[in-house]
């Protein structure tokens, strides 16, 4: 599974953009999609994610402002993001999970896309 995500960009606080990730490739077996995101100085964190059968889970982070969304024929799930904050700064990564059987998944990483927000 190869991925890509943009959508990334400059807001002011209180903005909204809408990231965008898009798989190729085989998907088949396809357990759930995540959106993770890494602050300048700071691990890797994970802040959305959603089944195949559409099972929504959010970081407490977030909750409330961001909302992802999917559509399994296309290969495409999204992350809305409302009432930014200049926390939610850092680079935006999708993470396509696969099962490969009852005990071993297998990941593929998007390349990241940038979201500034300002005061």
């Known amino acids: 599974v190869q991925l890509q995500a943009y959508g990334g960009g400059s807001v002011q606080a209180g903005g909204s953009l809408r990231l965008t990730c898009e798989a190729s490739?085989?998907?088949?077996?396809?357990?759930?999609m995540a959106w993770y995101r890494q602050a300048p100085g700071l691990q890797r964190e994970w802040i959305a994610s959603?089944?195949?059968?559409?099972?929504?889970n959010y970081a407490t982070s977030v909750g409330g402002r961001f909302t992802v969304s999917r559509d399994n024929p296309r290969k495409t799930v999204w992350l809305q993001m409302d009432s930014l904050k200049t926390e939610d700064t850092g680079v935006y990564y999708c993470?396509?999970?696969?099962?490969?059987?009852?005990?071993?998944?297998?990941?593929?990483w998007g390349q990241g896309t940038l979201v500034t927000v300002s005061s």
């Open positions: 959603i089944t195949v059968g559409g099972v929504r």
């Open positions: 490739g085989s998907t088949i077996g396809t357990n759930y």
């Open positions: 993470k396509w999970v696969k099962s490969v059987n009852a005990d071993l998944d297998e990941e593929y």
